[in-house]
Each structure stands twice: as structure tokens, then as C-alpha cells.
């Protein structure tokens, strides 16, 4: 049975839109069914500050995926697009793509690999924004407030802002 999820694609390596795009690809020719997808935004980064502004969207999906092989098959398509893991402290560095998983129905879950809702979720204005332009009534299902609220009271002061539509803009 097809479970709903929201995702978190941000890219600030190379051409961000691109691999933004190809990542929608992949994951749709890896079975994970792209629903919605949120206007592209940009946004400063939030924790290692000396880099590049990110470009970032929410989607909205489907997948018949258990949420730990979901999460492999993100992680295989962050691999196939150049990604580079790196140390716990280079962790928020630059990028050529990040999909993380939001929420995954109204699953709550938490493993040494993966937790649902994403923890940082609520704090992160650029997933916020993103989310609110798909789902402002859906409710965190831990708090159970509502994605419009969250964004009201997030503390994130970083600037994000919607990204032309085309390149050059």
C-alpha cells in the first residue's frame, strides 16, 4: 500500500537546478511516485555559512517503501548525483544534492539511520516555506501543529526566497 511523504531537495553545487531535476528523475525511475513539487527556493545557508546559497523544494510523493528503504534509495540516488558524504563536522557543507525525508504518513520513528519527522524540520525556514505552499494545514504529528503555524513561530531568520522561474531571471 502507497504511503505519503514529503521530501526535502537542496542542492548548492554546480548547476542547482539541474540536479535538482535529475534527482525528481531518479527518484521517479526508482519508484517513488512525484505527486507535487513546490516552486524552487533560494536560501542562505543556515549552520556552515561560508558557502554557496541553496536552491530548495518539497515534494510530494508516493512510494510503497518501508521508510529505512526509502531512505537507501535516496541515499543511492544523492550517490549516483555526486554526493559526498562527509565527516559529522563537514556534515552541512556543500552539496551537490540533500533529499531528506520530512514525514513518511503520519509515521513517528526514530533509528540510528533515520527519524520521522525529520527532527530539524520545524526549525528550518527553508523547508517551512517550501511545505507551507503544498500542505499549510498538514499537522506535524508529533506536536500536532499545523505546517502555517510551525512556519509563524519558526526562530530561523535566514532569508529564503522564491527562485525565478527560469535560470537568468
Known amino acids: ?93 556543500p552539496r551537490t544534492i540533500d533529499i531528506d525525508v520530512l514525514l513518511y504518513a503520519n509515521h513517528v520513528m526514530r533509528t540510528s539511520e533515520l527519524t520521522i519527522p525529520h527532527p530539524r524540520m520545524t526549525e528550518r525556514r527553508f523547508v517551512l516555506e517550501p511545505l507551507r505552499e503544498l500542505a499549510p494545514d498538514l499537522r506535524h504529528p508529533v506536536n500536532r501543529r499545523t505546517v502555517a503555524e510551525l512556519l509563524t513561530a519558526v526562530r530561523d531568520r535566514s532569508r529564503v526566497r522564491r527562485a525565478p522561474l527560469h535560470p537568468g531571471d
Open 1 to 93: 500500500m502507497k504511503k505519503r511523504v514529503y521530501l526535502s531537495l537542496g542542492s548548492n553545487l554546480g548547476d542547482r537546478r539541474a540536479h535538482l531535476e535529475r534527482a525528481l528523475e531518479e527518484m521517479r525511475a526508482d519508484g517513488i511516485d512525484v505527486l507535487r513539487l513546490s516552486a524552487l527556493y533560494e536560501s542562505e545557508p543556515v549552520d556552515f555559512r561560508a558557502q554557496r546559497w541553496f536552491l530548495n523544494c518539497v515534494v510530494e510523493a508516493e512510494t510503497e517503501c518501508m521508510p529505512l528503504e526509502l531512505l537507501r534509495r535516496l541515499r543511492r540516488i544523492e550517490t549516483r548525483l555526486g554526493r559526498r558524504r562527509l565527516a559529522p563536522s563537514r556534515l552541512r557543507g
